[in-house]
């Protein structure tokens, strides 16, 4: 099994629309967690860190389930900007292989 | 506002080459770590330097050595070029390795081995 494993998509999904990524990790001993934005032939961007209550920054949302030992990504509102691919992090230094999202008009 | 640094963005290498790799930062970060990315599998860690002056493997450290030059550069050298590594080679810096640190990417090397 991955230490990190995310659903690769694609999802492709209309503007507006409202649309949400898991990510599972096998080690539960994970302390910090993170989602990256990378554009294509770009380099990922820190998207969101994942606190252990859940976190919010305008139009996305992070949560972190312990017990399930995953995390999750909600993008409300879809941007045509919000197309690419998002990675999830855990303990700073495991990638998993990126969700790519696609929002059409 | 530079951050960090990679040097070459692009190589072309005959298998057995060598190559040395620059990254640099600006941010006065203490952690910096390699990473490899190809297509359908993610970044994979390579090496990381926690501090000046001390180096780890990561996941997929053969074929490649690393110098932690001073706290602003980390190198990554490949001895003896394979096809197998052909791929995007990223650097990284954060502020420290443990604890909850995002890292800052530099854009990439892409490297083709023939």
């Not at chain 1, 949400?20 to 910090?32: D, E, G, I, L, V």
């Not at chain 2, 450290?61 to 052909?86: C, H, M």
Request: charged fraction near 20%; glycine fraction near 8%; hydrophobic fraction near 30%.
């Amino acid at each position: 099994r991955k230490e990190v494993e995310q659903d690769p998509g694609p999802f492709n999904v209309p503007e507006g629309a409202t649309v949400a990524f898991n990510c599972t990790y096998s080690n539960s001993a994970s302390q910090s967690f993170f989602w990256y934005r990378q554009d294509c032939r770009k380099e990922p961007k820190l998207l969101m860190s994942v606190y252990s209550s859940g976190n919010e920054d305008g139009r996305f949302t992070a949560q972190l389930n312990r017990a399930s030992q995953y995390i999750s990504l909600l993008i409300r509102d879809s941007k045509l900007s919000d197309s690419a691919t998002y990675l999830c992090v855990v303990n700073a230094m495991r990638f998993g292989a990126g969700t790519r999202l696609t929002v059409k008009p | 506002n530079a951050g960090v640094t990679q040097t070459p963005k692009f190589q072309v290498l005959k298998t057995g080459q060598s190559m040395t790799l620059q990254c640099a930062q600006d941010m006065n970060h203490n952690s910096m770590y390699w990473y490899r990315q190809d297509p359908g599998m993610g970044l994979r860690l390579i090496y990381y330097s926690a501090s000046e002056g001390t180096t780890d493997k990561g996941e997929v450290p053969n074929g490649y050595n690393v110098s932690r030059l001073n706290k602003r550069e980390f190198s990554l050298r490949l001895e003896s070029a394979a096809p197998s590594q052909t791929s995007v080679y990223f650097c990284a810096s954060s502020s420290y390795q443990a604890g909850n640190q995002p890292q800052h990417f530099g854009d990439g090397t892409r490297l083709s081995i023939l």
